[in-house]
C-alpha cells in the first residue's frame, strides 16, 4: 500500500511539474528568450523576476501557449505540449489587465472556464461558489466588471484560474495595478491560496519585494537569460552576479569597483578609488591576481559609520534622506556614491566628512566578469 | 503611416478564400470595365463575351466622337465635365475641411454657452433628406442667380460636408492631449501656432477620414447636380445620365468608359488614404 | 497698429487709445465664435433657412408653375397628404426596400468585416476590390444594373436562361423589380457596413481573446461575450445611417426603374420629386417632404435611445 502511494505520490509530483528545456523566442532579429532552462515542482511557486524587455513575459506566454516557441521544448505535467495551442494546455492564466468579461457577471465570469470542461451545472455553481467564498467574492456575484475596484476585479481574475483544475497558474504581473496597502494585503491572500494547491505556479513580476515575498524561488532574468535560480534568501544574501546583486535590495547595493593590491590568506586587499581596505574572500577567490579588477559589494545596511581607521572608507556626505525608522546618506567619494543606512539617531549633516565600514561576511566580492568570487 | 489594426495574422488559405469573395463582389464592377474596352456588338453579346479583342475606342470616344448620322468629330465637352467635378468636389472638401477644422477646434476648445445645442442641430442637419430642402434650394438658387454657377453649388456642397466634418474632427480634437498645447502656451506660443504646429498634425488621420467620405460623396453626387449646374457647371453623373437619356439606344462602351475613368480618381485617393481611413472611422465612432 | 496682435495674443484689455475692433474679435474669449461662425453661417443658408422655408412652403398652396399668389391653407396639405392613399403606399414600398437592403446589408457587411478582421498577404487590395462598389456613382450603378437586369442582354438573364431556357425579365415584375433595387442598393453599400464593423472588430483589446483562448472558449462563446458587446454600438450606428440614407433612396430607383412597373417601385423620395417637378404641387411637396423628416428624427431618436439604454446597462 505504502508503496503504490509513494509511487503514485512520485508520479504524481512528476506529473505536475512544469519543465522547460532551451527555451528560445526570436522576433526577426531580437532575441527575447535565450535557451532558457528551468524546472518548477508540484507546489512551488517559481517567481520569474526581471526589468522590462527581459523577457519573463514571453517566457511565460510560452508557457501558457499564447506564443509558440522558436526552439526548446516544454513539458507540462510529464506531457511535451510546446506545439500544441493553448487550449490544449489546460493551464489557467492571470493577466495583468485582468481581461474580464465585461459584458457577463462576475460569477459567470467565473464560471467561464468550466464549460469547456463538460460539467453539470450543479458541479459549476458548487465550484463558483467555493472560489467566491475562498476569495471574499460573495458580496458582488451579481455585479459587471465594470463596477468593480480594482482590488475586487484582481481578486475575480485570480478566481478564475483556481476555479479549474489545470496543469498549473500562470500570474502577469498580477499585482502591479493595485495600490501599495492593496499589494501587501493580495500578496499575502495569493501566497495562501497557492500554498493550498498541489500544482506549479509561476509568476512573473517586476516589483523584487513582490517576489521576494511570495516566490519559493526566483529566477531573476535579464536579456533573455536567467541570471540565477534560487530561494528569496539565497538571491538576497548570495548574488551570484553583479546584476543580480545590484538588482535585489533596496535600496540598491553598492557596486564599487577596486583593484586587488595584495592577498593575506583569505583575505585580499583592496584599492578602492585610493584607500585600501580588506576583505574576506573565498575559495574562488583564489585564481585572482594582483592588480586584477574586481567589484565590490556591500548592501547598504551592511555599512556603520565608524571611528576606526583599520578596513574602512572615507567619504563625504552628501545628501541625508530621513525614511522615518532608518535614514539613508548618500556619500561620495572621488567620482564613487555611497549608499549607506542609519539608525534614525545617527545624524550627520551634509558636507561632512565620515568613515564607514563594512560587517565583515557581508561584502560581496565580484571577478571582472561580474561572476560571485566570494564565499 | 500606421499600418492596419488586425485582429491577427492569417495565413494564404484566408487569402484564397478572400480572394474569392471579393472577385464575386467586385464582379459586376469587373464587367463594367472590360464592357468599357468591347466593342458595340461586344458589349451586347448574348451569351456574354468574356473574351474578346479589346478595343480604346471608347475612351476616345468620351471625349470627343461622331455625332448622330454625320462623320464630323466634334468634342462631346466631357473634358469640360471631367473638370467640374474635380473642380467643384475638390474645392467643396477642401473648404468644408477647412471651415470644419476650424469650427471644430472652436467647439473642441473654445465652447460656447449652448455648444451643445449648436452641436446638436448640426448633427440633425446631417440627418436631412435631401427631398425635404431641395424644393426651397432649387427656389433660392434660383431667385439669387446662384443656379448654374460654381459658388451656388460649392457652397451647397460645403455644407453637405460639414457637418461630418465638424463632427469627426473634433472628436479628434477632444481626444488630444492638452498638455503638450499648455506646455507650448507656457513657452509663449502664440494659439495659431499651436493650432497649426500642434493640434493640426495629430489630428491627421479625422482630416483624411472626413477628405475620403466627403470626396465620394460629392463626387457621385447627382440629385442638386442635377437641378442646379448649368451647361458650363454640369458635373459626370448629370451629363452621364444625359447620355444615357438623348441618344438612340444605349452606348454600353461609351458609358462604361466614362464610368471607368469616373472612377479612378476616386479610387486612387481612397486606396492612398485607406490607413487612415480606418482609424479615422474607428477613433470617430468607437469612442462614443 | 503693429502692437494689436500682441496684445490680443497676450489677451489682455485694449490699449487705452479706444476700441480696436480687430484686438476685440479676436480676444480669446470671443474666439469660439469667430471660429465656429463660418460654418454656421453656411449650414444656417444652405441648410436652416431652407429648411424654414420648405416648413413655411407647406402652410401655403404654392404651385411653381403658376404665377398666382399662394394662399395660407394651414395645415390642409399635410392632411391631403396623410390620407393619400398613393401616399401610404410610397411608404410600404418604402418601408419594404429600406428593411430589406439594410438587413442584408448588416448580413453582407458583417461576413466580410470578419473576412478581413485578419492580415493576410494581398489584403490591401482585396479590401479596395470589396470597396469599389461604394465609390462609384449612383448613376453609373443605376445605370449598369440595369443592363445586369436587361432580359436579352443583360448578365443576370442570361445567367438564369442557362438553367430555364427562357429569357429571365427581372423588372417586369414588382417582385422583381424591387429585389433588383434591393440587390443593387445593398451591393453598393455593404462595404460601408463592413468598415465600421471592421473598425470595431480590431478595436477589441487581444488580451481579451487570450483570456478566452486559455480559457478554452468555443466560438460562439467568444463571440457573444466579447466580440459582440464591442461592435453592438457600431452595428447600431451602422444601421441608423443606412436606413436614413437608404430612406431617402432616389437615385437608384429613378435610374433602375424609374419608379415602374406602374409605380410598385416608387420611393417615397422618387415621388416628392415627381410631386415637385412634374406635377409642380410644391406645397404639397413640401408638406411630404416634411412628414418624411419627422419620421427620420424619430428614427434618429430611437437610435439614440437604444444607444443610451445599451451604455447605461453596462
Not at chain 1, 551634509?350 to 571577478?367: C, K, N, S, T, Y
Request: glycine share 8%; hydrophobic share 50%; net charge neutral.
Amino acid at each position: 500500500m505504502t508503496a503504490a502511494m509513494s509511487e503514485t505520490t512520485a508520479a504524481g509530483a512528476a506529473a505536475s511539474e512544469i519543465r522547460i528545456e532551451k527555451l528560445t523566442k526570436r522576433f526577426g532579429n531580437l532575441v527575447a528568450v535565450d535557451a532558457v532552462d528551468l524546472t518548477i515542482g508540484a507546489g512551488e511557486v517559481m517567481c520569474l523576476l526581471g526589468p522590462s524587455g527581459c523577457g519573463k513575459t514571453t517566457t511565460l506566454r510560452m508557457v501558457a501557449g499564447l506564443e509558440f516557441a522558436t526552439e526548446g521544448a516544454i513539458w507540462l505535467g510529464g506531457r511535451r505540449v510546446d506545439h500544441l495551442p493553448a487550449r490544449q494546455r489546460n493551464v489557467a492564466m492571470s493577466f495583468q489587465f485582468y481581461a474580464l468579461y465585461a459584458s457577463i457577471s462576475v460569477a459567470d465570469n467565473l464560471a467561464y472556464p468550466l464549460h469547456a470542461e463538460g460539467l453539470g451545472r450543479a458541479e459549476i455553481e458548487r465550484r463558483v461558489k467555493r472560489v467566491a467564498e475562498i476569495l471574499q467574492l460573495d458580496r458582488i456575484m451579481d455585479r459587471l466588471p465594470d463596477q468593480l475596484s480594482e482590488g475586487e476585479k484582481q481578486r475575480v481574475a485570480v478566481g478564475r484560474s483556481i476555479v479549474r483544475d489545470p496543469t498549473c497558474f500562470l500570474f502577469d504581473e498580477p499585482l502591479s495595478r493595485l495600490d501599495v496597502q492593496l499589494r501587501e494585503q493580495m500578496r499575502g491572500e495569493i501566497k495562501e491560496v497557492l500554498s493550498g494547491l498541489a500544482k506549479p505556479s509561476v509568476i512573473v513580476t517586476h516589483d523584487q519585494l513582490e517576489a521576494l515575498s511570495m516566490a519559493d524561488r526566483i529566477a531573476v532574468m535579464q536579456a533573455g537569460i536567467i541570471e540565477q535560480v534560487a530561494t528569496p534568501h539565497e538571491i538576497f544574501a548570495r548574488p551570484e552576479n553583479v546584476f543580480v546583486a545590484g538588482f535585489i535590495g533596496t535600496p540598491q547595493m553598492n557596486l564599487i569597483p577596486a583593484t586587488v593590491t595584495g592577498r593575506e590568506g583569505r583575505r585580499l586587499r583592496l584599492d578602492v578609488a585610493g584607500q585600501a581596505i580588506g576583505v574576506e574572500a573565498g575559495a574562488r577567490a583564489e585564481g585572482i591576481a594582483d592588480g586584477a579588477s574586481v567589484t565590490l559589494g556591500v548592501r547598504p545596511r551592511a555599512f556603520a559609520l565608524t571611528d576606526e581607521t583599520e578596513d574602512s572608507l572615507v567619504a563625504r556626505v552628501d545628501i541625508v534622506e530621513p525614511m522615518g525608522a532608518e535614514t539613508l546618506l548618500h556619500l561620495i567619494e572621488g567620482d564613487q556614491d555611497l549608499r549607506v543606512v542609519v539608525p534614525r539617531t545617527v545624524r550627520p549633516s551634509p558636507g561632512e566628512q565620515v568613515r564607514i565600514r563594512h560587517a565583515p561576511d557581508q561584502a560581496h566580492l565580484f571577478d571582472e566578469t561580474g561572476r560571485r568570487v566570494s564565499a | 503611416m500606421a499600418r492596419f489594426r488586425t485582429t491577427g495574422d492569417a495565413g494564404w488559405g484566408r487569402t484564397a478564400a478572400a480572394a474569392v469573395v471579393s472577385l464575386i463582389y467586385f464582379f459586376p464592377v469587373l464587367w463594367i470595365i472590360l464592357t468599357a474596352f468591347k466593342t458595340r456588338a461586344d458589349a451586347l453579346a448574348v451569351p456574354a463575351k468574356f473574351f474578346f479583342v479589346p478595343t480604346l475606342d471608347n475612351f476616345v470616344r468620351v471625349f470627343s466622337r461622331a455625332g448622330v448620322g454625320s462623320d464630323q468629330e466634334f468634342s462631346t465637352g466631357f473634358d469640360l465635365f471631367f473638370f467640374n467635378s474635380i473642380f467643384i468636389a475638390g474645392s467643396s472638401v477642401i473648404l468644408a475641411l477647412i471651415i470644419g477644422t476650424l469650427a471644430a477646434y472652436g467647439f473642441s476648445r473654445h465652447p460656447l454657452r449652448g455648444n451643445d445645442t449648436y452641436l446638436f442641430i448640426i448633427l440633425t442637419t446631417r440627418m436631412l433628406p435631401p427631398i425635404v430642402v431641395i424644393i426651397p434650394i432649387f427656389l433660392m438658387f434660383r431667385v439669387t442667380g446662384l443656379s448654374g454657377t460654381y459658388i451656388g453649388i460649392i457652397m451647397l456642397y460645403t455644407a453637405f460636408n460639414l457637418p461630418f466634418a465638424i463632427w469627426m474632427i473634433k472628436s479628434f480634437f477632444d481626444e488630444l492631449n492638452r498638455e503638450v498645447e499648455d506646455a507650448a502656451r507656457l513657452d509663449g506660443s502664440t494659439e495659431p501656432r499651436v493650432f497649426r504646429l500642434i493640434c493640426l498634425p495629430q489630428v491627421k488621420a479625422g482630416l483624411a477620414a472626413t477628405a475620403v467620405f466627403a470626396l465620394i460623396l460629392t463626387w457621385n453626387e447627382f440629385l442638386f447636380a442635377l437641378l442646379l449646374t448649368g451647361t458650363e457647371t454640369r458635373t459626370v453623373p448629370v451629363a452621364m445620365a444625359r447620355t444615357i437619356g438623348g441618344e438612340i439606344g444605349v452606348d454600353w462602351g461609351l458609358l462604361a468608359a466614362i464610368v471607368c475613368l469616373f472612377l479612378i480618381p476616386v479610387f486612387v485617393v481612397t486606396y492612398a488614404l485607406q490607413n487612415q481611413l480606418l482609424r479615422g472611422v474607428t477613433f470617430g465612432t468607437v469612442r462614443r | 497698429m503693429a502692437a494689436t496682435d500682441t496684445t490680443a495674443e497676450r489677451g489682455g484689455a485694449p490699449a487705452a487709445r479706444g476700441f480696436n475692433p480687430v484686438a476685440w474679435a479676436l480676444a480669446p474669449e470671443r474666439r469660439g465664435g469667430l471660429l465656429v461662425a463660418p460654418a454656421i453661417i453656411t449650414l444656417f443658408v444652405m441648410n436652416i433657412f431652407p429648411l424654414m422655408w420648405s416648413l413655411g412652403l407647406s402652410f401655403f398652396n404654392y404651385r411653381a408653375n403658376r404665377l398666382t399668389v399662394p394662399d395660407f391653407v394651414w395645415f390642409r396639405n399635410f392632411e391631403r397628404v396623410l390620407t393619400d392613399d398613393d401616399v401610404w403606399e410610397r411608404f410600404q414600398t418604402t418601408a419594404i426596400v429600406v428593411g430589406s437592403s439594410v438587413a442584408l446589408q448588416l448580413v453582407i457587411g458583417f461576413a466580410l468585416a470578419l473576412l478581413f478582421a485578419k492580415s493576410f498577404p494581398g489584403r490591401r487590395i482585396l479590401l479596395m476590390l470589396v470597396l469599389t462598389p461604394m465609390m462609384l456613382s449612383f448613376v453609373a450603378v443605376g445605370v449598369f444594373f440595369k443592363l445586369f437586369y436587361e432580359p436579352t442582354f443583360g448578365l443576370v438573364s442570361q445567367a438564369v436562361a442557362i438553367f430555364t431556357g427562357e429569357p429571365f425579365v427581372v423588372l417586369s415584375t414588382p417582385t422583381g423589380a424591387l429585389i433588383g433595387i434591393i440587390v443593387a442598393d445593398a451591393w453598393m453599400w455593404s462595404p460601408f457596413v463592413m468598415l465600421l464593423v471592421l473598425a470595431g472588430l480590431v478595436s477589441v483589446p487581444k488580451y481579451l481573446y487570450e483570456a478566452a483562448e486559455i480559457d478554452r472558449a468555443n466560438w460562439w462563446r467568444r463571440f457573444r461575450t466579447i466580440t459582440f458587446p464591442y461592435i453592438k454600438g457600431l452595428l447600431l450606428l451602422a444601421v441608423l445611417f443606412r436606413t436614413i440614407e437608404t430612406f431617402k433612396l432616389f437615385d437608384i430607383v429613378y435610374l433602375i426603374t424609374q419608379g415602374g412597373p406602374g409605380s410598385s417601385t416608387e420611393t417615397i423620395a422618387v415621388y416628392v420629386y415627381r410631386m415637385a417637378f412634374q406635377y409642380f404641387r410644391t406645397s404639397q411637396a413640401s408638406a411630404l417632404a416634411y412628414i418624411v423628416l419627422f419620421v427620420v428624427i424619430v428614427l434618429t431618436s430611437l437610435y439614440l435611445y437604444a444607444v443610451r439604454r445599451t451604455s447605461e446597462a453596462r
